[in-house]
Nanobody, 115 residues
């Protein structure tokens, strides 16, 4: 069983950067790792970015050229570097690990973009 713990969320001004981390309790080699987010107001959880075991990345159009996902398999950690943050990036950000039929989620970390 993989357990995921997110960290790095907080309050940031528009245009600022923030880096999220997701630490896994076990090895993440072979897993597709991803970041998802759920904005306030009952919106659905949406994909932000994924990274395969071979480091192939995929991004939502809304974050392309601003966010970067990366992974360090030796540290069992996935990162999300967020730059040029916008008000609409405000959400709870969740880490996800996927391999075959397995799906694991973290508890989420709050990111608030506000002036």
């Amino acid at each position: 069983q993989v357990q995921l713990v997110e960290s790095g969320g907080g309050l940031v001004q528009p245009g600022g950067p923030l880096r999220l981390s997701c630490a896994a309790s076990g090895g993440i080699y072979g897993f597709v790792m991803g970041w998802y987010r759920q904005a306030p107001g009952g919106k659905q959880r949406e994909l932000v970015a994924t990274i395969s075991s071979g480091a192939v990345t995929n991004y939502a159009d809304s974050v392309k050229d601003r966010f970067t996902i990366s992974r360090d398999n030796a540290k069992n950690t996935v990162y999300l570097q967020m730059n040029s943050l916008k008000l609409e990036d405000t959400a709870v950000y969740y880490c996800n690990a996927r391999i075959g039929p397995q799906r694991h989620w973290g508890q989420g970390t709050q990111v608030t973009v506000s002036s």
